[in-house]
């Protein structure tokens, strides 16, 4: 057990260092890591990191419900230690990141065309919240031999309202750093 209790302390002070590193320098116009490694897409580090901690998360949960089987144990333990040297690379690599060129997006878009976007986001999220609201109440009413369609349509509206706010808040954030680093 103290081989998972080390790679956990490993783990908190990777999440430290991530969090100093992504406040310091924002998020990536791409993602760090290929997708097959990090399910999160993860322009900042700090959610890589969690997803790590998740992946051990499940190594011991497993382990403890006693379903945790040998290829499953070498899957996780290989993905769980590829996770963490790419953490520890990226770390590392600050140097070579910052003399990196940014992607032209990243400084030609006017901060005045971020607010707008920002606006018809807020709008888009107003009114699939509503949506939201109409399709629950469809459930609800819903005779038995439909709801399992009503629920498809409400988990569909749902998902594209979390889509609308991540991208609300990508922008917010890209407000932000703008805002403080003019």
Known sequence: MSDFSRLNNLLEQLKQNAAQLDRRRGEH????????????HGKLLTPCVQEAQSTLTTILREQEAGKLTQPRAEYLTERLLAQISAIQRELSTQAIRKSEPKHSSYYRKPISDLYQELAQHQEWERRLMEMVRDKQYALDSAPAFQKQVAQTALLTVEQRLKRCQDAKAKIEKQITYREKNQ
């Open 29 to 40: 116009h791409q993602p760090l890591f290929d997708e097959v490694l990090f399910h999160c």
